[in-house]
């Protein structure tokens, strides 16, 4: 069974643009959730989206966005880059909504972004 | 709660056992989860305990868990170099809530 695909593997933009992260869960996942990775600040929890609808969020400001589609598939947005966005984004899929915790996450190798 | 503690660094020889430590921080937490992050690459789920147990084993890998003291620990027998990875341990309310990670390092 394939695991999380996180594409593209490296992006580098520059400070004011967006950019979109794509992340494909494993095959019958339909839980889909995005963390940040930083050296600062290690791993700090984006969102998690469940059968289209976000059902949770963590303290990120408003530029940070996303969406899940039908298929499980979620892309993540980042608007007006700022060069403290510079890190490694990992998407994290589960069979279910993660809930109390029972649903494990499977993560991917993540996008590394860079903001110049 | 903020932080899930972790030592930041073990250092072991090939063939003897790894003990990685955690505390974490809320006594509600459900499950507690230990990852491996090698370089270059996402987290690899190792193992996870659910709060009612003590232990787990899982071939190589035991989990011990202390709920009085809030202490979560991973040993790893019989280590070998492929082993030298990032460890993080996590502890679930609501989100996943990851301690700084263990580096541990491996010499022959």
């Known amino acids: 069974k394939a695991g999380v695909t996180q594409t593209p593997r490296y992006l580098i933009k520059t400070r004011g643009q967006q950019v979109t992260l794509s992340c494909s869960p494993i095959s019958g996942h339909r839980s889909v959730s995005w963390y940040q990775q930083t050296p600062g600040q290690g791993l700090q929890f984006l969102f998690e989206y469940f059968s289209e609808t976000q059902r949770n969020k963590g303290n990120f400001p408003g530029r940070f966005s996303g969406r899940q589609f039908s298929n499980s598939r979620s892309e993540m947005n980042v608007s007006t880059l700022e060069l403290g966005d510079s890190a490694l984004y990992l998407c994290a899929s589960s069979l279910d909504w993660t809930g109390q915790g029972q649903s494990p996450l499977h993560f991917g190798n993540g996008t590394r972004l860079t903001v110049t | 709660g903020e932080d899930v503690e972790q030592s930041l660094f073990l250092s072991v020889r090939e063939g003897d056992s790894s003990v990685i430590n955690c505390t974490y921080t809320d006594s509600s937490s459900t499950y507690l989860y230990w990852y491996k992050q090698e370089p270059g690459a996402g987290l690899q789920l190792l193992t996870y305990?659910?709060?009612?147990?003590d232990m787990k084993q899982d071939q190589r890998l035991t989990v011990l868990l202390n709920k009085k003291d809030k202490h979560l620990s991973l040993r790893i027998a019989d280590t070998q170099t492929g082993d030298s990875a990032i460890y993080f341990c996590a502890e679930w309310w609501g989100k996943l809530q990851f301690g700084a990670g263990t580096q541990v390092v491996v010499t022959p």
């Open positions: 305990i659910f709060s009612n147990m």
